[in-house]
């Protein structure tokens, strides 16, 4: 391994045997060539002093306990004006670093940037900026649960109290109900990789038609791995709708963005899992009741169309014979109206002489005895 | 009905009833219509009455 770098060996025999110094500097040398990275930690035993070309700190992960010495040149320090303070979290950018002299290993800062609440709230804006640009929380890519899932899948943490409380409420709402839990780490940096991964697992299983995820409140920093990338992007591809169901009202965790829907209380999140088993009874027996009396409504609205039918079929012939009546009584009036007696009856007279009728006043001459008709009998006159 | 699943029965049983409500189904459709809407009840209630719930847990799988 060491074979690359120039570093003296002693043979003994077929044994390669190194000093100190230049098994140092070969593992220093190694190191060199691996690339600067950033390190997340918190800052503890900060030593600095005017005299010294550099200063000092641990680098603590609060979480695992593990601890990496730091070191940066003093005046570059000096510059950021950062004033750090015991236990403020910090991003280092740096490469790691041997000590040549001691064996130390350590990281050698090139830039050390706070990290507090403020930092972290950036970072989260602006993934959510990025997210949100993607489209990963847009209201179209929201899926409607399902009224009646055959299984629900809980991911939940190995503190009783989250997983208790969602499991009672969805059992006390719908008593039926069967749900797969998958417990995992909710906290720490292990969280967000073992949520991912009891995800995939939960959606291998048969009959899951929807997911919650859910954990208690808890501080700031309990509930980021809620809004790291990998799990958010999880959740947004995860095949079944999922409810997100993590911290209190006041908590906004990205995962709530992301999930399909979001629900603030462990009840909330029985309600929209799965129905109230009491109300759907009722519901149920209320359909059927309507289900009987629409059909009787049609059956007897159809028996008494058939009941009018039949009367009107009984009464058909005598409502033709005087339908035929009133029709011959028409036509008899119109002959009346066209007969000359209809004229009579309006004042006129016949004039005959000699059963002839008289049409012109030449065909008559005084003295002459002349016949008149009116519309209710006849006299004789003479002409003047 | 085998195939039927609980939210599949409950939704075809409310259109059934709408339908019903509606006025529009003829005597045969009518009578039709109430028989299968009491077979879908019948379904739904023994869905419920059947179900037993049941929590498990996901097996941990083995860590590397």
């Not at chain 1, 601890?67 to 740096?94: C, I, K, P, W, Y």
């Not at chain 2, 259109?15 to 028989?35: N, P, T, Y």
Request: charged residues 30%; glycine residues 6%.
């Amino acid at each position: 391994m060491l074979a690359c770098v120039k570093v003296e060996a002693i043979d003994y025999g077929d044994r390669r045997v190194y000093t100190v110094a230049s098994f140092n500097r070969g593992v220093a040398g190694w190191l060199a060539r691996l690339p600067t990275v950033w390190v997340e930690g918190e800052v503890t035993e900060l030593r600095r002093q005017e005299a010294w070309q550099s200063v000092f700190f641990t680098l603590k992960d609060p979480e695992s306990g593990a601890s990496l010495g730091v070191t940066m040149q003093r005046t570059r320090f000096d510059a950021l004006r950062l004033e750090l303070r015991d236990g403020e979290r910090v991003h280092v950018f740096g490469r790691p670093d041997l000590f040549e002299a001691r064996g130390d290993f350590r990281l050698r800062a090139l830039s050390v940037e706070r990290f507090g609440i403020g930092e972290h709230l950036a970072a989260l804006e602006r993934l959510k900026v990025k997210l949100a640009a993607e489209g990963l929380f847009a209201a179209e890519r929201k899926r409607p649960l399902p009224r009646f899932p055959r299984r629900i899948g809980l991911v939940t943490g190995n503190d009783a109290a989250a997983k208790r409380d969602i499991v009672s409420a969805v059992t006390g709402r719908f008593p039926p109900a069967r749900m797969l839990v998958a417990e995992v780490y909710v906290q720490g940096p292990r969280a967000p990789a073992a949520i991912v991964d009891a995800l995939r697992r939960l959606c291998e299983e048969p009959e899951i038609d929807v997911i919650v995820i859910a954990r208690g409140g808890g501080s700031f920093e309990d509930l980021l791995p809620f809004s790291d990338e990998r799990l958010l992007r999880a959740v947004a591809a995860c095949p079944v709708p999922v409810v997100s169901a993590v911290g209190h009202e006041q908590d906004t965790p990205l995962c709530d963005l992301a999930a399909d829907v979001r629900a603030s209380t462990p009840t909330a999140a029985a309600k929209l899992l799965v129905p109230d088993l009491r109300e759907l009874t009722e519901a149920l027996a209320r359909r059927r009741t309507s289900l009987e009396r629409c059909a009787r409504r049609t059956l007897d609205r159809e028996r008494q169309r058939v009941g009018l039918l039949g009367e009107r079929l009984r009464r058909a012939p005598a409502l033709a014979v005087e339908r035929r009546g009133a029709a011959l009584e028409r036509q008899a009036a119109r002959l009346q109206a066209l007969s000359p007696r209809a004229t009579l009856s309006r004042g006129y007279a016949i004039v005959r002489k000699e059963s002839e009728v008289v049409r012109a006043a030449a065909a008559v001459a005084a003295g002459d005895a002349i016949e008149v008709e009116v519309a209710e009998g006849a006299f004789g006159a003479r002409v003047e | 009905m085998n195939e039927l699943t609980f939210e599949a029965a409950e939704k075809e049983l409310a259109e059934i009833v709408e339908r019903l409500e509606r006025g529009e189904a003829g005597l045969d459709e009518a009578i039709k219509l109430w028989e299968r809407g009491e077979e879908l009840y019948a379904f739904c209630r023994k869905r419920l009455d059947e179900a037993h719930g049941r929590i498990e847990e996901l097996a941990r799988e083995v860590q590397s």
